[in-house]
């Protein structure tokens, strides 16, 4: 077993084999180490964060889909900033994914933003120069 360390200080403990085959930052932090019997301290993943990931590891397809399909966006967000700092390829992947589909279903760039939470901080003119620029792949979208 390895114990992992959130950002609130919080313990989690997980089959070695499992998270070191899965993150590459987690194996190579442990081979670092040398000593199983101190927890990992990860300062850039939250306790709730850290919990999901380690739940989709240890679930089957299904559960896996499963834990995906329910995420709001503002956890996808979250699990894919923390899944890049781990460096566990197959998660980034899945949630890539997740999130295109996400973006293709929103339609506009204003329910994008809305899904997401991002603060539209563009002038009027900005708008304008970017939809002419890409005026070409946007087609009538925009």
Not at 3 to 21: K, P, Q, T, Y
Request: charged share 25%; proline share 4%.
């Amino acid at each position: 077993m390895l114990r992992l360390f959130s950002a609130e200080r919080e313990v989690f403990e997980i089959d070695r084999a499992l998270i070191c085959g899965a993150s590459v930052t987690i194996s190579n932090a442990s081979q670092d180490l040398g000593d199983d019997t101190l927890p990992l301290p990860l300062p850039n993943v939250a306790s709730r964060t850290l919990r999901w990931i380690l739940e989709y590891l240890q679930s089957d397809a299904d559960g896996k889909r499963s834990l995906v399909g329910d995420l709001t966006a503002g956890d996808m967000v979250e699990a894919l900033i923390s899944s890049n700092y781990l460096d566990i390829p197959e998660l980034i992947d899945v949630l890539v994914d997740n999130a295109a589909r996400t973006i293709r279903r929103a339609g506009t760039p204003e329910s994008i933003r809305r899904i997401f939470g991002i603060t539209n901080d563009l002038t009027e003119e900005d708008q304008q120069r970017i939809h002419l620029e890409n005026e070409w792949a946007m087609g009538e979208q925009i």
